[in-house]
């Protein structure tokens, strides 16, 4: 009776412990697909930037003898922004879309800073529709990209916690990086002609 009754609890032991590494490893799934998730957001708010661009270019090109060299940056930065993709959102991948898509933004900037040249263009409603969409696409990045923090922090403190930690580990759960502002982002962007 004695072997029965030790046979049984190492039975419920071991159910218990299945039951909990089955009950870790979908919630860990489930806040790895919250990122990526997250993820799919902030690069449908990137998509929305690198579709309004070429109509404010179209427009701008339309309403002024415009500097070629500004547009051609535009187009640079757009086509580098466009090229990249990310199907594994890893720490790098993450920094080399947003290193592109800064890079068209700031583009994006200056050629509406530029336009303060040309009053007929800058009081054209097609501009100033255009250059509202802008800012909104901007501000849904930023958004997006704060989702995107807290997804990453909420796996990452999941991940990271006793005893899911061990069961991370041995499944190849990894600590997540998300967006680090760029060094000097603190300082006012100065714009130059």
């Given at each position: 009776?004695?072997?029965?009754?030790?046979?049984?609890?190492?039975?419920?032991?071991?159910?218990?412990?299945?039951?909990?590494?089955?009950?870790?490893?979908?919630?860990?799934?489930?806040?790895?697909?919250?990122?990526?998730?997250?993820?799919?957001?902030?690069?449908?708010?990137?998509?929305?930037?690198?579709?309004?661009?070429?109509?404010?270019?179209?427009?701008?090109?339309?309403?002024?003898?415009?500097?070629?060299?500004?547009?051609?940056?535009?187009?640079?930065?757009?086509?580098?922004?466009?090229?990249?993709?990310?199907?594994?959102?890893?720490?790098?991948?993450?920094?080399?879309?947003?290193?592109?898509?800064?890079?068209?933004?700031?583009?994006?900037?200056?050629?509406?800073?530029?336009?303060?040249?040309?009053?007929?263009?800058?009081?054209a409603k097609a501009f100033l529709d255009l250059q509202a969409q802008l800012e909104g696409t901007e501000r849904r990045i930023k958004f997006a990209r704060k989702d995107f923090n807290e997804a990453i922090q909420d796996y990452n403190s999941r991940v990271k916690t006793f005893p899911t930690k061990l069961v991370a580990g041995i499944l190849g759960f990894l600590a997540k990086?998300?967006?680090?502002?760029?060094?000097?982002?603190?300082?006012?962007?100065?714009?130059?002609?």
């Amino acid at each position: 009776m004695n072997k029965r009754l030790s046979g049984i609890i190492i039975g419920a032991i071991v159910v218990i412990a299945a039951i909990w590494l089955i009950t870790t490893y979908n919630a860990l799934v489930k806040k790895q697909e919250k990122v990526s998730l997250q993820w799919n957001e902030v690069q449908n708010a990137y998509q929305r930037r690198l579709d309004l661009i070429p109509n404010l270019v179209n427009v701008v090109k339309g309403g002024a003898d415009f500097e070629q060299s500004t547009l051609q940056k535009i187009a640079a930065a757009r086509a580098k922004a466009q090229s990249l993709t990310v199907t594994n959102v890893t720490a790098e991948n993450v920094s080399n879309v947003t290193a592109a898509q800064n890079e068209l933004a700031q583009e994006a900037m200056r050629l509406v800073a530029v336009i303060e040249k040309y009053p007929d263009l800058k009081g054209a409603k097609a501009f100033l529709d255009l250059q509202a969409q802008l800012e909104g696409t901007e501000r849904r990045i930023k958004f997006a990209r704060k989702d995107f923090n807290e997804a990453i922090q909420d796996y990452n403190s999941r991940v990271k916690t006793f005893p899911t930690k061990l069961v991370a580990g041995i499944l190849g759960f990894l600590a997540k990086e998300g967006f680090v502002a760029d060094d000097g982002a603190e300082k006012a962007v100065e714009i130059k002609f």
